[in-house]
């Protein structure tokens, strides 16, 4: 069974340092894997979708990085912004249907 | 355009009766998934359908639980005889393709079921 863990699990940065967010995956074999942000009492927002066959995708000052041989993925924040707290959660896909094993996920907090 | 909707955002009910959560993907997305987040835990799936089918129902927790969906639109899904394990927020997400998982998963803002 397909397990995914977030390191770590909390963050407090003050504002204009880069974050690094770790997501690591047991079963390589996936299809996907998506970056979220989680406010509270709110839903999920997507951030980055990486294929199984792609090693990094940008978006803005996001950029995230997918290393299936050592089930790992990382989420990286430039310049990060007060804007930037929330929780950000991993999401895994490992058949063809596409249902989503998420990590537990890391609380960041970025301090102005 | 309009992302995907969920109703009610609240509901609060008491224990043993039957509740109906709705969700309306975006137009057009023919797979819709059903998550959960009990609180202080992570999500986990529940269901997904594909067009009005659902191939995956392994998530269910108990037969209490059940889903459907009409019109490849909109998806209820139901819970008989609540219980207080039963609270969480229940979040539906949707997304394009048919059985190819390459694409993004849209998230509704969910609805939190609390069961006294």
């Known amino acids: 069974k397909q397990e995914v863990t977030q390191i770590p699990a909390a963050l407090s940065v003050p504002e204009g340092e880069n974050l690094v967010l770790n997501c690591s995956f047991t079963?390589?074999?996936?299809?996907?894997l998506q970056w979220f942000r989680q406010d509270p009492g709110k839903g999920l927002t997507s951030l980055l979708l990486?294929?199984?066959?792609?090693r990094e995708q940008t978006s803005g000052r996001l950029n995230a990085s997918l290393d299936k041989s050592s089930g790992r993925s990382t989420l990286y924040i430039a310049a990060s912004q007060p804007g930037d707290s929330a929780t950000y959660l991993c999401?895994?896909?490992?058949?063809?249907?596409?249902?989503?094993?998420f990590g537990a996920g890391t609380q960041v907090v970025v301090t102005p | 355009g309009a992302g995907v909707s969920q109703s009610p955002s609240n509901k609060v009910t008491e224990k043993g009766k039957d509740v109906e959560l709705r969700c309306d993907p975006i137009?057009?997305?023919?797979?819709l998934y059903w998550y959960r987040q009990r609180l202080g835990q992570g999500l986990e799936f529940l269901i997904y359908?594909?067009?009005?089918?659902?191939?995956?129902k392994s998530g269910l927790p108990s037969d209490r639980f059940s889903a459907e969906r009409t019109g490849e639109s909109v998806s209820t899904l139901t819970i008989q005889r609540t219980q207080q394990e039963d609270s969480a927020v229940y979040l539906c997400?949707?997304?394009?393709?048919?059985?190819?998982?390459?694409?993004?998963?849209?998230f509704g803002p969910g609805t939190r079921l609390t069961v006294l």
């Open positions: 997400a949707s997304r394009i393709a048919g059985s190819s998982s390459y694409n993004e998963q849209f």
């Open positions: 079963d390589s074999a996936i299809y996907n």
């Open positions: 990486i294929q199984s066959s792609q």
């Open positions: 999401a895994v896909s490992t058949d063809s249907w596409g249902k989503f094993q």
């Open positions: 137009s057009g997305h023919t797979a």
């Open positions: 359908f594909q067009g009005n089918s659902a191939p995956d």
